[in-house]
């Protein structure tokens, strides 16, 4: 028996508590880098980034990529 996996988007005022773990959607370097998905569209959203020198979540400024601790999207 398989859990079925279902996407939302989830607008919430005052919080969020989650049963489980929460998943981040995976981007690559070259993606986040060349603007995929826009940053300028996503300010505050985070991302995983899957192949950086160390796979780290980035999150958006609202004009480019960061990794959680500031520095701009990692290399490869």
């Avoid at 993606?31 to 569209?41: I, R, S």
């Avoid at 999150?59 to 990529?65: C, E, R």
Wanted: charged residues 15%; glycine residues 12%.
């Amino acid at each position: 028996m398989g859990v079925e996996k279902t996407r939302q988007k989830i607008l919430a005022a005052g919080g969020l508590d989650s049963l489980g773990p929460v998943g981040l959607a995976s981007y690559t370097v070259a993606e986040l880098t060349g603007d995929t998905p826009p940053a300028a569209d996503n300010l505050g959203a985070l991302v995983w980034c899957s192949d950086a020198s160390t796979p780290i979540p980035c999150y958006s400024d609202g004009t480019i990529w960061r990794t959680v601790n500031g520095a701009i999207a990692p290399a490869a």
